[in-house]
């Protein structure tokens, strides 16, 4: 969880609640400037436009399904990304919004139909470069040729008629030239807008959907990234306590909330390394450039952090109770591989496990 967060939790949750019972209670305009303004606070959004409008619409209508989606999305506590008001805005339609928390068989298929996308405007791209280059290649060989026909005239006819000649191939010549420079800054226009769009599928498929954290196929390329670098190397596997009794509880929905809340508190208690969803609720660090013993620390600090906070339903405010984790910390030696760092620290989590949970421990 983010500094300020684990300071305010509550104090941002009344805040939203008693923006809500405003809007419920007041006229389409009384105080909606002040409405939003509390919103925004609350969610630490900044005063932009598109967080303007996203909370305009929100407290206009709280009975809408985008204000009943930002209810499941901030439900626990945990307040708006601006990732997820890009989301929210971008999936507004006539059955209303999908709660973003968790992907689905839709997303899932929608993420592989526009991957599939970019792969084919790629190819496409790639031929239209090759006909286009070789056009240029034909239209310069014609004008070689158009050139040295202009060359032999003028050797055989000297003279003003030569010179016409010279000028209106010229002319041509230039006007192709145009033509050409012209299709190529189409061409760049539409590969710079391709590469971005490329560059931010390729984040996409290195990220987790629900923690917006790095996912496991972005942390397996990062280990290989810092193992040829001879970087000294750390890792450590975090699983989230009797997590499935959260769901049972709770819902889903709040369980997923617990994971980003977790995730959070990981980041913010490893910062300058690299906190990945590595599947259900475990999470991997990877710390490079430190030893074992300030890994185990870090992780260490964090979980007390953690294991002190005490949550609440934001609709009820009835306790979540406490929610911790268990820990295994391992230092990777020069010549292992991935999957037998991981195995080691694996086996020193379920050792914290046996443990009682709630605990790291290093080997």
């Known amino acids: 969880m983010h500094g300020a967060w684990k300071r305010g939790v509550e104090g941002r949750m009344r805040a939203v609640s008693a923006a809500a019972h405003h809007a419920m209670a007041g006229g389409a305009s009384d105080g909606l400037f002040d409405r939003i303004g509390a919103f925004l ?25 985008l204000a ?10 945990v307040r708006l990304s601006r990732r997820d008001i890009e989301s929210l805005g971008g999936e507004i339609g006539a059955t209303g919004i999908t709660d973003r928390a968790a992907p689905d068989a839709a997303d899932i298929a929608s ?48 003279g003003p008629l030569a010179l016409d000649d010279i000028a209106r191939l010229t002319s041509t010549m230039l006007q192709r030239v ?21 560059e931010e599928a390729r984040d996409n498929a290195r990220r987790d959907p629900l923690t917006d954290l790095p996912n496991r196929r972005a942390f397996e390329e990062a280990f290989a990234e810092y193992r040829a670098a001879d970087s000294e190397l750390c890792i450590a596997i975090c699983d989230v306590d009797r997590f499935k009794l959260v769901n049972d509880r709770f819902g889903h929905a709040v369980g997923d909330r617990v994971l980003k809340a977790i995730g959070d508190a990981l980041v913010q208690g490893c910062p300058d390394h690299i906190v990945a969803r590595y599947g259900g609720e475990e999470f991997a660090i990877l710390f490079a450039g430190i030893g074992v013993d300030t890994a185990f620390r870090l992780i260490e600090e964090t979980r007390r952090a953690v294991a002190a906070k005490r949550y609440r339903l934001r609709e009820t405010d009835a306790p979540l109770g406490a929610v911790t984790f268990s820990a295994g910390v391992a230092a990777c030696t020069a010549d292992e591989t991935l999957g037998t760092a991981l195995a080691r620290a694996d086996a020193l989590l379920y050792a914290a496990k046996g443990d009682g949970r709630n605990c790291v421990h290093q080997g």
Do not use: C, W
């Open 178 to 198: 145009h033509a050409a420079e012209e299709r190529l800054e189409a061409a760049k226009h539409e590969a710079s807008e391709l590469r971005e769009k490329l």
């Open 41 to 65: 606070a609350a969610n630490h959004l900044s005063p932009d436009p598109m967080h303007y409008a996203f909370a305009h619409r929100v407290l206009t209508d709280l009975n809408s399904p």
């Open 111 to 158: 993420a592989r139909a526009h991957a599939d996308g970019l792969v084919a405007q790629t190819q496409l791209q790639v031929e239209g470069f090759t006909d286009m280059v070789e056009a240029i290649r034909a239209e310069t060989q014609g004008f070689g040729r158009d050139l040295a026909a202009s060359a032999d005239a003028i050797r055989s006819a000297p």
């Open 68 to 77: 009943q989606a930002v209810e499941r999305l901030t439900d626990g506590g």
